[in-house]
């Protein structure tokens, strides 16, 4: 089981806009990471930290955090947006690193 | 550009030991602020933290699979190794490496890290 919490699936029009949420104790101490992953392929960081998005990842993706929830948000979504996305975090107390369960985002 | 490459055998029966290794090139598995990661995911689920290695050799390993698990670093060939024993049907997944970066700390105090680049993966079936 995981300690990160996600919703399974949301859905989102296209051009619209989505927020992915992923809950649990540790992240009020650390930030979590974002990853996509499309079918059949490895995951992508597409956000980690406070404000940090990689080198060729479109400004539309962005996050925050407040308490013990972090999010991920799509800005004007896109067909290559439909994906699952996995939050990851260090959990120092047990030493480990811990993922999501996932969310599916389907773009209408 | 770093890239990481999985390789090892795809069928592996049941009670028998999974064995594979993850190679590095464009940059060198030595650095001091990362470490080498793997990552396994079965097919239809999400992913599940395996464990870490330095380049020392300083591993640490998820609790529910640490009795099983040893994780080894080879610096000679830019190369770090996953071993898993007694394998079950439960054990098959697609098995990625990973680079992840030292724990790094924000102005506001708070902490982050990330797993960055991944490996393509390799998919594991245990079976007879």
């Known amino acids: 089981s995981s300690d990160l919490t996600q919703d399974p699936a949301v859905s989102v029009a296209l051009g619209q806009t989505v927020r992915i949420t992923c809950q649990g104790d540790t992240l009020r101490g650390f930030y979590a990471a974002w990853y996509q992953q499309k079918p059949g392929q490895a995951p992508v960081l597409v956000f980690f930290?406070?404000?940090n998005r990689p080198s060729g990842i479109p400004d539309r993706f962005s996050a925050s955090s407040s308490g013990d929830t972090a999010s991920l948000t799509i800005t004007g979504a896109q067909a290559e947006d439909e994906a699952d996305y996995y939050c990851?975090?260090?959990?120092?107390?047990?030493?480990?690193?811990?993922f999501g369960s996932g969310t599916k985002v389907t773009v209408l | 550009q770093l890239q990481l490459q999985e390789s090892g055998p795809g069928l592996v029966k049941p009670s028998e030991t999974l064995s594979l290794t993850c190679s590095v090139s464009?940059?060198?598995?030595?650095?001091?602020?990362?470490?080498w990661e793997w990552v396994r995911q079965p097919p239809g689920k999400g992913l599940e933290w395996i464990g870490s290695i330095y380049y020392t050799g300083s591993t640490y390993y998820n609790a529910s699979l640490r009795s099983r698990v040893t994780i080894s670093v080879d610096t000679s060939k830019n190369q770090f190794s996953l071993r898993l024993t007694s394998v079950t049907a439960a054990d098959t997944a697609v098995y990625y490496c990973?680079?992840?970066?030292?724990?790094?700390?924000?102005?506001?105090?708070?902490?982050?890290?990330?797993?960055?680049?991944w490996g393509q993966g390799t998919l594991v079936t245990v079976s007879s």
């Open positions: 930290g406070k404000d």
């Open positions: 990851s975090v260090w959990e120092s107390s047990g030493w480990r690193f811990v």
């Open positions: 464009g940059g060198s598995i030595s650095g001091s602020t990362n470490d």
């Open positions: 990973a680079r992840t970066h030292k724990t790094m700390i924000e102005v506001d105090g708070k902490g982050y890290n990330r797993f960055d680049p």
